[in-house]
């Protein structure tokens, strides 16, 4: 069995000791190969999702749906009442959506501190809960590394249906010898066309950032979108789990495991999120779609200049001897130049270290900084004209391989412009531009990532 990474049993079992100290018991008993952790907060699209995850092909795997009520100790009574009613109402139904091998829990927590509380602290007791089930099966201290290794951790959100191969993504992440699948998405957008719109500019500017990180070489170029993970329990153990954040716990999770673990796109398995305006978290889809109908258009609808990806593309390129711009960046960043000024000492030592120690350090974090950096320097534009740049270098550079999307791409690419639309206080609904290249940019995830 290949093994990217190990770790020692003694580290093993001490950070599994430290994941069932801090965990909060939800008494989780059943057997699985797969735990599906769903945090759920005055959501009654867990309903729809719950019926989406019921309706999969298991593949013989035993399923455990974890479903996990939540809200802070400071939330309105609305949320209070809403997440009642959900509860003894999953209690009354939950029954409908299990099989044989796909069984549903659900748990309610309630008054969490409301320095912790939030979806983080959620997907992480969740998270703790498969940890610890699989310790109490462990009957013998040296196979707990092959348990956690055999067993998956599928995160996913409650207002986010699958398609019906979802569970194959551990057959995939084995297949290819990784520890770390990332699904495939597409958001569900509203009827309402305002709505409609914001979730479209959502996605795009999604695909925009993660395509152009991809086209200028950056490795480390994935959705952190928490739904759309799937991965082993030893990559958690290792990791020490999800941090409590109120947002981004995604986004800093994968960071982590990917410091030590091997992270893949596993195609044609679909995560559809719903994109509809929502203050549940204090970033992410509900947020900025909520921002942009209330008149906030320009945080997602002008997007980092494409310039500013080829500056990062020529940092990366040149790790040796990096361009300016590097070092501007990093003395406005004093904790950043310390840090790399110690790393490349390294340089004088073993080159080929440096390089795997640069890109180490240069995580996704640091990167979103640089980015920000360069958007004094380069400014933001409207996002069809950044991405129609991306569109163009990646054809440049030969990920647009076949005949069809080469037809699409002449198409979107000599598509002209219409000025008068982009006036200044102009909010009419863009829809039929920005549409054909989300469309696009879905085929050519889709097509890489076979």
Not at 74 to 81: L, V
């Amino acid at each position: 069995m290949h093994r990217r990474f190990t770790t020692s049993r003694e580290k093993l079992e001490k950070n599994v000791s430290e994941i069932i100290s801090r965990h909060i018991c939800l008494g989780i008993e059943r057997d699985f190969d797969i735990f599906v952790a769903i945090p759920v907060m005055a959501d009654r699209e867990i309903f729809s999702t719950l019926e989406s995850v019921s309706e999969c092909d298991t593949f013989g795997k035993n399923v455990v749906v974890a479903v996990l009520l939540n809200e802070s100790e400071d939330a309105c009574e609305n949320i209070k009442e809403e997440n009642r009613k959900i509860f003894e109402e999953l209690l009354r139904v939950s029954k409908r959506y299990e099989r044989d091998n796909l069984m549903v829990e659900v748990r309610h927590i309630r008054s969490v501190p409301k320095n912790v509380a939030g979806v983080g602290f959620a997907r992480r007791v969740l998270m703790d809960e498969a940890i610890c089930s699989i310790s109490k099966k462990c009957k013998r201290k040296d196979e707990l590394y092959e348990l956690l290794h055999r067993k998956f951790i599928f995160s996913l959100d409650s207002d986010s249906t699958v398609s019906k191969n979802y569970f194959s993504a551990l057959d995939f992440v084995d297949l290819r010898e990784a520890d770390f699948g990332i699904m495939s998405f597409a958001h569900r957008f509203s009827e309402r066309e305002d709505v409609k719109e914001a979730g479209i500019v959502w996605e795009l500017f999604l695909r925009y950032w993660k395509n152009s990180l991809r086209v200028c070489g950056y490795k480390n170029a994935f959705y952190p979108i928490g739904s759309l993970f799937a991965f082993r329990a030893l990559v958690y153990v290792v990791s020490m789990g999800m941090s409590v954040r109120k947002a981004g716990e995604d986004f800093y999770f994968l960071q982590k495991v990917m410091l030590f673990s091997d992270v893949v796109e596993v195609p044609g398995v679909y995560v559809f999120p719903k994109a509809e305006p929502s203050l549940r978290t204090p970033f992410g889809t509900g947020k900025e779609i909520h921002l942009f109908v209330s008149g906030n258009r320009d945080r997602i609808e002008k997007v980092w200049n494409f310039s500013s990806f080829e500056a990062l593309e020529e940092i990366i390129q040149n790790i040796e001897n990096p361009p300016d711009i590097f070092f501007d960046f990093l003395r406005e960043n004093p904790k950043f130049q310390v840090q790399y000024e110690r790393l490349e000492k390294l340089k004088l030592k073993d080159v080929e270290l440096f390089r795997k120690k640069f890109f180490e350090w240069f995580n996704p974090f640091k990167v979103f900084k640089f980015l920000r950096f360069c958007e004094r320097i380069y400014g933001r534009s409207f996002i069809d004209e950044e991405v129609r740049k991306l569109i163009m270098k990646m054809d440049e550079k030969g990920y647009i391989q076949s005949d069809e999307l080469k037809k699409e791409k002449m198409n979107l690419i000599d598509t002209e412009r219409k000025p008068e639309i982009y006036g200044s206080g102009m909010t009419e609904s863009r829809v039929y531009r920005y549409e054909p290249l989300l469309a696009f940019l879905r085929k050519v995830d889709d097509y890489l990532s076979f």
